[in-house]
């Protein structure tokens, strides 16, 4: 036992006491400086982006689609296929020639939505494949997990689908951004709809995912419906990928509630949602008005899900398939003709993140972090799906308009699920980035 | 060299450390090759190593069961980053605040799941393991911060650090000025792994050890002689509890941050998988089983379509294309399949672990050349067999 490992170590023993100086110069150390200006400064002929999506777990679903979209945004930028967005955005510094005239490659890993397998899959991006840029993650906490470690590490953090206010608020990142609106956003957008909708007389009852964003949503949500004059019965944590409600919905029968708010996200906002209806909640009246749910952040993923359910619920999406400006058409179209379903949300807000972080590189003339952060600040752009669009300097956070979406009663297709109610335009979604929940510190750029 | 193993000699322990010392130093050299060379998953190899050691000192040598060792190293890690936040960035208050911390949690848990033996231990101790994950997650969210995990921030008082420097950078622990990151906290993390191995290996070869061996094999035996085998075991179960503090308290230095997702059941589940896969009751097999699901989950799962189709580029298109479809099952996403198709197949064939393959291969080679030495082994071996291999 043992015996042979042994044997192994003396030989490995002979090479390495020769090569033990050397060892130094050999290993990989992500944090020295040496030659290259900045970590990972790609050389050769291509450079290489890093995709790390939830493939297991909750979020499986939203990180299958997310690098799907990855996939299609590297060809685009490769010049294979119909070059998407490329042709509709209002930058054309990408002629689908790679980006800076390297080729772009792309490692994948798994964040299993937690911050741990996270983090050890970025950093085995950063420390081996020589990743320049890491994108994606389908839940905040997950975000703000790769987004402080890409900072420290000194690459770029293109946030994927994180809706909290926390990403680009007190957790933001100089190296990181965000192109997804947050739930401030959803609740000054959900705000006027509710009031529109159901009045100002109403009593509400939360149930809650129990992590930032969750915490995120029901404060937003709570702020804007206690300013049209809804009362806030009770809010409810439950835990992340709980899969059964039924003993946190059943409270909610006898609370005296009329409006149920389901902050939950993916296969939690499945579950939950068609328990409620199962329950009956839908059919009862309460005070004297019928019983209401809202889903603040709705996916046409999770429609498919929740199925016949979502018919008639409110809430508010990033994008939708179905608009019908010309960025979002051919998105639609060159993504359909690849995988034959039309893109979720996720799956647009990765695409996007991938293509403006070429753009910046483009237009900066360099992979450099610093650069790319000065390049992506304040810029102006159209033609992604969401109208004109600014990346505020002052927290990394995309301003653009935000759909007001209902389940569809009528739906034509299986896709066709969601009906855009309303699209509330940036101004009216604009915050004070100093704000007290919003309040943080970018800190200087790291390019390691 | 089997030598070293079967008769415990003081000095051929002490080779034997040295040549493991050697070895884990070395691992920027000899893992290249594996395109495992990169800091971070060093680091990782080096913490899951001691992880499984502290595990096999229960399971390997009492027969002890634990299905709930995540516990503790998550109670370590969350005793790390707290002492980050109220001490300071140091690694060494950490580590003993987190080894002190988890051994008494150990002594409460073990006190009570010890009173029972077999399936009914294994469940107790997962049960306390599940209890403390969702507390962790929701009730002692206050302590713990829940799913958002808790990292060390500026504002924390951290008295005894110097906070007249670097106001705004990333908080790394730091030792003498050098940053628990990269390379350095490899060695950190190796050298520890070098120190906590030799303990093992003492406890392995001391009277304590024996008893331990004993228990596993007939504890109504020792019993019935009159030995009271409690405080035996408890110790083990402390002990091992220990060893898992240490290795949550290195997963927080080198990255200031605990989840509560590492006391997860899955997570108490992989060290018994590392430990069996590399092989019960040896020394080096629980470190090796580490390093295999180590790989497997950071390499293996990061294979996708375009790696492969590189790797089988040298062959004809369309043989190709059918060889990255087929592998591509196995891989990425699918890494599970494969070690769990690896499981089987070491269970199966190899019941003593990679080990135990490792020293067929040396016996076969020993038989080719027809040395004696290893008829001396094989005989050595017979007369005296260990107690509970």
């Known amino acids: 036992m043992g015996g042979f490992k042994s044997k192994i170590d003396r030989r490995t023993l002979l090479k390495g006491t020769a090569a033990m100086g050397a060892a130094a110069f050999a290993s990989p150390y992500f944090f020295t400086k040496g030659a290259s200006a900045y970590v990972n400064e790609p050389t050769g002929s291509s450079v290489t982006f890093g995709f790390n999506v939830p493939q297991t777990g909750a979020y499986a679903d939203e990180g299958a689609d997310e690098l799907r979209a990855y996939q299609l945004a590297v060809e685009h930028l490769n010049g294979e296929g119909d070059g998407g967005l490329l042709n509709t955005f209002s930058s054309k510094e990408l ?30 991006m950063i420390e081996k494949d020589g990743a320049i840029m890491i994108t994606g993650g389908s839940s905040s906490g997950v975000a703000i997990a790769v987004q402080s470690l890409c900072q420290e590490a000194g690459v770029i953090f293109m946030a994927g689908l994180t809706h909290s206010n926390d990403t680009t608020g007190k957790d933001r990142r100089r190296n990181g951004f965000r192109h997804f609106f947050n739930t401030e956003m959803s609740g000054a957008a959900l705000g006027p709809v509710m009031e529109a909708n159901y009045g100002n007389d109403r009593k509400a009852y939360h149930l809650t995912a129990d992590y930032t964003w969750g915490w995120s949503q029901e404060g937003s949500i709570k702020k804007y419906s206690e300013a049209i004059g809804w009362e806030t019965v009770n809010a409810v944590r439950t835990p992340l990928g709980a899969g059964d409600f039924s003993q946190y919905i059943t409270p909610v029968l006898n609370s005296g509630a009329d409006v149920l708010i389901l902050n939950h996200y993916g296969k939690d906002m499945v579950n939950s949602l068609t328990q409620a209806v199962q329950f009956g909640l839908r059919d009862k009246q309460v005070n004297g008005k019928n019983f209401e749910i809202v889903v603040p952040l709705y996916s046409r993923l999770m429609a498919q899900g929740a199925g016949e359910n979502v018919k008639g619920i409110f809430g508010s999406t990033n994008w939708h398939w179905s608009l019908q400006d010309e960025g979002s058409q051919a998105f639609v179209k060159s993504f359909g003709a690849k995988y034959g379903f039309p893109p979720s949300q996720a799956a647009h807000t990765c695409y996007v993140q991938a293509l403006l972080y070429a753009d910046a590189a483009q237009r900066a003339g360099s992979f450099n972090p610093c650069a790319i952060v000065e390049a992506l600040e304040g810029f102006e752009f159209d033609g992604m799906g969401n109208g004109p669009t600014l990346y505020r300097a002052d927290d990394h956070q995309c301003f653009k308009k935000v759909l007001v979406v209902k389940g569809n009663e009528n739906p034509t297709s299986q896709f066709d699920l969601l009906e855009v109610v309303q699209e509330v335009p940036a101004e009216k979604v604009t915050y004070d980035p100093t704000g007290d929940e919003f309040a943080g510190d970018l800190g200087a750029c790291n390019a390691g | ?92 208050p950490a580590v003993i605040a987190s080894v002190v911390v988890a051994g008494v949690f150990a002594l409460v848990i073990g006190f009570i799941s010890l009173r029972r033996s077999g399936i009914y231990f294994s469940i107790l101790t997962l049960a306390f393991a599940q209890m403390c994950y969702n507390l962790a997650y929701s009730v002692l969210t206050p302590i713990t911060n829940g799913e958002t995990g808790l990292r060390v921030l500026h504002e924390d008082p951290r008295i005894f650090d110097d906070k007249t420097v670097e106001t705004t950078g990333p908080l790394i622990s730091q030792i003498f000025g050098y940053q628990m990151q990269g390379m350095t906290g490899f060695y950190f993390c190796g050298i520890l792994l070098v120190i906590t191995v030799f303990i093992a290996m003492r406890i392995f070869r001391s009277p304590f050890g024996m008893m331990l061996k004993a228990v596993k094999t007939n504890q109504n035996r020792l019993n019935y002689t009159g030995v009271n085998t409690r405080p035996y075991t408890l110790a083990a179960f402390v002990i091992s509890g220990m060893y898992a503090g240490l290795a949550g308290a290195l997963m927080c230095i080198i990255d200031p941050l605990a989840g509560a997702e590492r006391m997860q059941w899955t997570a108490s589940g992989e060290v018994v998988l590392m430990t069996i896969l590399g092989g019960v009751g040896t020394i080096i097999g629980p470190i090796i089983g580490a390093g295999l699901i180590k790989y497997f989950e950071n390499i293996f799962s990061a294979f996708n379509d375009q790696t492969l189709a590189n790797i089988y580029s040298f062959l004809p298109d369309g043989l190709s294309e059918v060889l990255v479809s087929v592998t591509s099952l196995f891989v990425g996403e699918g890494w599970h399949l494969s070690l769990g198709i690896l499981f089987m197949l070491i269970v199966i064939f190899l019941p003593g672990g990679v080990t135990e393959g490792l020293s067929r291969i040396g016996k076969l080679i020993a038989r080719r050349t027809g040395k004696a030495q290893k008829n001396e082994n094989e005989g050595g071996r017979r007369s005296s067999p260990m107690p509970g291999e």
């Open chain 2, 1 to 92: 060299m089997m030598k070293f193993f079967s008769q415990s000699s003081e000095k051929g322990d002490l080779v034997l450390i040295a040549l493991f010392a050697v070895a884990v130093f070395t691992m920027p050299i000899w893992l290249a090759p594996f395109g495992a060379n990169y800091p971070d998953l060093m680091q990782r190899f080096a913490i899951f190593g001691i992880f499984a050691t502290g595990f096999n000192i229960l399971f390997g040598l009492t027969g002890y069961l634990s299905f709930g060792h995540a516990a503790f190293l998550g109670v370590g890690s969350y005793t790390a980053v707290w002492t980050f936040k109220l001490l300071g960035m140091n690694p060494i």
């Open chain 1, 95 to 124: 002629k689908g020639s790679g980006v800076l005239g390297k080729k772009v490659e792309f490692t994948t890993g798994d964040t299993q939505t937690k911050s741990d397998a996270a983090r050890a899959s970025a950093k085995r």
